[in-house]
């Protein structure tokens, strides 16, 4: 079954404490993205990848690192996280194409406190 | 820059009835335009876009949304909505020949009664 899967679902750390959200996907798809998502806010990208070692800042990429290893594996980084960055976490994938639609995983619920 | 507005935090409605959830954006440059559905616990899925050619786009389900240039609009609409419906959906633009970038409006929260 084709799928963006992200690890783990949910996830209560403290600050400072670093943390790594694990995203894969099984599509063979080129560009991978992260973003959070807050009330009224809306979806906001953190970071992207157009391929392997190939990765860019999004809107929103303070407090955060990725890695773009392997064409299938994109973890978000947090080395010291903190309260403002308590979010909900979405990787999506999709085709190196304009208008290829983006698959999303399931989501990762952070609470740092 | 793009960016998008959906001016609607919440629409509640009751089951048959007919909704439509407005969507805005502003932007320099041509754009390709989507719109996402995000059931709850889930992440979010293609529902339609729109990239070039019939500005009145369909999806599976019975939702359409009709892009219009001159008032840089891409509004949500579906005649006759069931309570399967109930989700978030998410008005979502990118620049023509700038990859996949998307830009994310706030979201809509549809709230279907029976």
């Known amino acids: 079954e084709a799928q963006v899967t992200q690890n783990p679902r949910y996830l209560i750390t403290v600050t400072g404490k670093k943390l790594t959200v694990t995203c894969s996907q099984n599509?063979?798809?080129?560009?991978m993205s992260w973003y959070r998502q807050d009330p009224g806010l809306g979806l906001r990208q953190i970071y992207y990848?157009?391929?392997?070692?190939?990765?860019d800042k999004g809107d929103v990429p303070e407090g955060y690192k990725v890695s773009r290893k392997e064409k299938r594996n994109f973890p978000l980084i947090l080395e010291s996280p903190s309260p403002n960055q308590t979010s909900l976490y979405f990787c999506a994938s999709s085709f190196d194409r304009q208008g290829s639609p983006l698959h999303f995983g399931n989501g990762t619920r952070l609470t740092v406190t | 820059a793009q960016s998008v507005t959906q001016l609607d935090s919440q629409v509640p409605v009751f089951e048959e009835a007919p909704v439509e959830l407005r969507c805005n954006y502003s932007s320099s440059v041509s754009v390709y335009l989507f719109w996402y559905v995000q059931y709850p616990n889930q992440g979010l899925q293609l529902l339609l876009k729109?990239?070039?050619?019939?500005?009145l786009v369909e999806s599976i389900n019975g939702f359409e949304a009709e892009f219009n240039k001159s008032q840089t609009s891409f509004h949500l609409r579906k005649p006759s909505v069931h309570i399967s419906d109930t989700a978030e959906y998410f008005c979502a633009v990118s620049a023509v020949n700038a990859g996949n970038m998307l830009t994310f409006g706030g979201g809509t929260r549809l709230m279907v009664k029976p």
């Open positions: 599509m063979n798809h080129e560009y």
């Open positions: 990848s157009m391929n392997v070692e190939v990765t």
């Open positions: 729109y990239l070039s050619g019939s500005t």
